[in-house]
Antibody, heavy 124, light 108 residues
Framework: EVRLVESGGGLVKPGGSLRLSCAGS????????MNWVRQAPGKGLQWVSS????????YYAESLKGRFTISRDNAEKSLYLQMDSLRVEDTAVYFC?????????????????WGQGTLVTVSS | EIVMTQSPATLSVSPGERATLSCRAS??????LAWYQQKPGQAPRLLIY???TRATGIPARFSGSGSGTEFTLTISSLQSEDFALYYC??????????FGGGTKVEIK
C-alpha cells in the first residue's frame, strides 16, 4: 500500500521559513516524479512544485519561484519543500502526491496517491 | 497559463439522479484532463485521467468525456458517498499544472 506522510507544518511569522517533509513507503519512490499541491482554507487546489525521479528537473508555480525549493532524497524515500520568505497568502494545507503511471508505464502528470497534508499557517 | 473554469459552482442533486459537471479550458488541452473528488478533511482522490479513463478502483458510474476545451464528468446515479467537491486539472501544457475552481455536489 502506498503511504505518504507529510510533516513540518506549523505557525510561522511572515518572512519566516519552514521545511516540509514527505516520507514515502509502499512503492518504488525513486521511480516517480513527486509533487507538492496546496489548498488554502476553504479554497481550491493549487499546484506548487514537481521534481523528477532523479532530481534532474524541478518545476515551480511562477508565483513561488525564488522562495520555495523542492528536493528529494531517494535513499531516504523522502520529498522536501523548503519555504522561505513566507507570506500570509502561503497559508494552506500542503499535500505531497505521486505522479500517476498507467498500466503501460506511461506517466501522466496528474496526482495519484496523496498524503494527509500538513497545515502551514503564516501569521503575525 | 491555461485557466480551467468549472461550472456550476454548486450542483444540487437527489440521490439516484444523474449529475453532470463541466470543465472548460482557456485553450486546448487535448485529452490531458483529470478529475478528482475531495471530501471534507480528506486529500483529493483521482477519478479520471486522459479525459475519460477511470483510475483504478473507481466505480463505473463515474464517466468522463470531452477533448480540446470542453469536458464533462458524469455521475450516472448519485450515491450518498458521492456528495463531495470535484476538481478538474489540465496537464497538457505545463508548468503550471492548473486546476479548476471546483464544483460542489450537494444533496437536494
Amino acid at each position: 500500500e502506498v503511504r505518504l506522510v507529510e510533516s513540518g507544518g506549523g505557525l510561522v511569522k511572515p518572512g519566516g521559513s519552514l521545511r516540509l517533509s514527505c516520507a514515502g513507503s509502499g512503492f518504488t519512490f525513486n521511480s516517480y516524479t513527486m509533487n507538492w499541491v496546496r489548498q488554502a482554507p476553504g479554497k481550491g487546489l493549487q499546484w506548487v512544485s514537481s521534481i523528477s525521479s532523479g532530481s534532474s528537473y524541478k518545476y515551480y508555480a511562477e508565483s513561488l519561484k525564488g522562495r520555495f525549493t523542492i528536493s528529494r532524497d531517494n535513499a531516504e524515500k523522502s520529498l522536501y519543500l523548503q519555504m522561505d520568505s513566507l507570506r500570509v497568502e502561503d497559508t494552506a494545507v500542503y499535500f505531497c502526491a505521486t505522479e500517476f503511471v498507467d498500466t503501460v508505464a506511461t506517466p501522466h502528470q496528474v496526482f495519484d496517491s496523496w498524503g494527509q497534508g500538513t497545515l502551514v499557517t503564516v501569521s503575525s | 497559463e491555461i485557466v480551467m473554469t468549472q461550472s456550476p459552482a454548486t450542483l444540487s442533486v437527489s440521490p439516484g439522479e444523474r449529475a453532470t459537471l463541466s470543465c472548460r479550458a482557456s485553450q486546448s488541452v487535448s485529452s490531458k484532463l483529470a478529475w478528482y473528488q475531495q471530501k471534507p478533511g480528506q486529500a483529493p482522490r483521482l477519478l479520471i485521467y486522459g479525459a475519460s479513463t477511470r483510475a483504478t478502483g473507481i466505480p463505473a458510474r463515474f464517466s468522463g468525456s470531452g477533448s480540446g476545451t470542453e469536458f464533462t464528468l458524469t455521475i450516472s446515479s448519485l450515491q450518498s458517498e458521492d456528495f463531495a467537491l470535484y476538481y478538474c486539472q489540465q496537464y497538457n501544457n505545463w508548468p503550471p499544472l492548473t486546476f479548476g475552481g471546483g464544483t460542489k455536489v450537494e444533496i437536494k
